[in-house]
């Protein structure tokens, strides 16, 4: 019974942050691998970043081209919650964002099993 919420979303201005959240329930012992994909008017969902975590290993993340150096992952070990820091915002990221579980390490919507609600970015120029 595996739920994702997500959070954080809203209108900025361009160079601004943002933090978005993905709070995570039902999940058991194991691997997970939480993706963040986007999707702007008119375009196809596209892959952002992701972040991936063993019972025995520290987590590791994966970010697309456009965002790397701009965006962070990280994930609060006392609660399943993984935030996604969006700093210096452009105009290209106005999307809606969704987080999403999976069991591997994938830039591919098709392994993901479960997707939050999705959460509307804005970045005004």
């Known amino acids: 019974q595996v739920q994702l919420v997500e959070s954080g979303g809203g209108l900025v201005q361009a160079g601004n942050s943002l933090r978005l959240s993905c709070a995570a329930s039902g999940l058991t012992r194991g691997a997970y691998n939480m993706g963040w994909f986007r999707q702007a008017p008119g375009k196809e969902r596209e892959f952002v970043a992701a972040i991936r975590w063993t019972d025995w290993t520290g987590p590791t993340t994966d970010f697309t081209d456009s965002v790397k150096g701009r965006f962070t992952l990280s994930k609060d070990n006392a609660e399943n919650t993984v935030y996604l820091q969006m700093n210096n915002l452009e105009a290209e990221d106005t999307a809606v964002y969704y987080c999403?579980?999976?069991?591997?390490?994938?830039?591919?919507?098709?392994?993901?099993?479960?997707w939050g609600q999705g959460t509307q970015v804005t970045v005004s120029t």
């Open positions: 999403a579980l999976g069991r591997k390490a994938s830039w591919e919507s098709e392994d993901y099993m479960y």
